[in-house]
């Protein structure tokens, strides 16, 4: 081959992996998608465990889970030692966590004196509970659905004031434990009851799991005709197997926020019967398959789930920290 000839094919060569990296690149762009997880494991996960975790296991587990690459982590609650003595130690452990910058830790709060105490201990972010559930509201809150926004709003304002941002939790979003199925239009108000008092988000709980992707789907769609997806997130608990179908549904509906529990770890202790979230691990597996980004290190959150389950004393419910664990073994 001549020089020249072979000039022209390496200028030729160059110039089509130009264009094929432009393209690439273009296409990713196009194609590039976010989920923001919120990990939930260290509040919604323990809250309901037998076992007494001690205070320095929690903050522990908290500092590995900020070594993942979440940007949100739910911590604890500041709410009465006498419904859910498991989070008594709120205050100490959310005081002793290394705060890492650009990682929220929120607390739940579900009313003045959780604020106040939270606000005692420099806490930025509070999560506020509803539910489209008279009955379920009446067990978790000693009060009714529409009692808890009332009470809520008696203090979200004073949150505002500190620059304290707030997330809305409403539970019971498809079904209940005590009243069976529940109307969409029931979720509808409440999300929009809790919009108003200034949530910048609300996650919406199938608390004790019973969602499938044809309920989800309906109580959405109702849902999206007054708030934007952008304004959701979803919280699905795993009892009846259907947490991960019920999160892919919700991201066709554009929603890209979903908090989960690192090993699957969890359940309200008033919710009878309703086992853990999404294993956190489970949903990162399925995320990294669609080419969905997270910004989560899988084998760091392994970790994390390693060393809870051992202070726990309980196998992981995560089937992709399962399987992967028996690869590396
Ligand atoms: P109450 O008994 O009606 O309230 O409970 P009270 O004002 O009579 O207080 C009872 C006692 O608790 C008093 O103590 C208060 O001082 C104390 P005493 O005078 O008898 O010694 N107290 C507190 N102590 C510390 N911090 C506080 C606080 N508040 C009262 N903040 C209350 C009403 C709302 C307090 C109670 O029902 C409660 O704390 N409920 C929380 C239940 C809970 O945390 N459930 C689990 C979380 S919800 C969930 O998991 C669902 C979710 O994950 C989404 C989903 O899956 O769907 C979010
Ligand atoms: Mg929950």
Known sequence: MSLITSKIISTITKSNN?????????????TSDYVRI??????????????????????????????????????????????????ADGAEVFSKINKVQGISYPVLVPNLKGLESAMSVGVQEIAVMGSASDTFSMKNLNCTSQ???????????????????????????????????????????????????????????????????????????????????????????DTYGQALVNIYTSLEMDIRVVDASVSGLGGCPYSKGATGNVATEDLVYQLNGMGV??????????????????????????????ALSKLKN
């Open 147 to 237: 009692e808890s926004v009332d009470r809520i709003k008696t203090f979200v304002n004073l949150a505002k004031q500190n620059n304290i941002k707030v997330r809305g939790y409403i539970s019971c979003v498809v079904g209940c434990p005590y009243e069976g199925k529940i109307k969409p239009i029931n979720t509808v108000k409440i999300t929009e009851a809790l919009l108003e008092l200034g949530c910048y988000e609300i996650s919406l709980g199938d608390t004790n799991g019973v969602g499938t992707p044809g309920s989800i789907k309906t109580m959405l769609k109702d849902v999206l005709k007054v708030v934007s997806p952008k304004q959701l997130a979803i919280h699905c608990h």
């Open 38 to 87: 919120v990990e939930v494991g260290p509040r919604d996960g323990l809250q309901n465990e037998k076992k007494n975790v001690p205070s320095a296991s929690k903050i522990q587990f908290i500092n590995k889970l900020s070594d993942c690459g979440f940007k949100t982590i739910e911590v604890t609650s500041f709410v009465s030692p006498k419904w859910v003595p498991q989070l």
């Open 293 to 322: 980004e997270t910004g989560i290190n899988l084998e760091k959150l392994m970790e994390a789930g390693d060393y809870i389950c051992k202070e726990i004393g309980k196998p992981t419910e995560s089937k992709v920290h399962r």
């Open 18 to 30: 130009d264009i094929c990296n432009l393209v690439q690149r273009c296409f990713a762009s196009k």
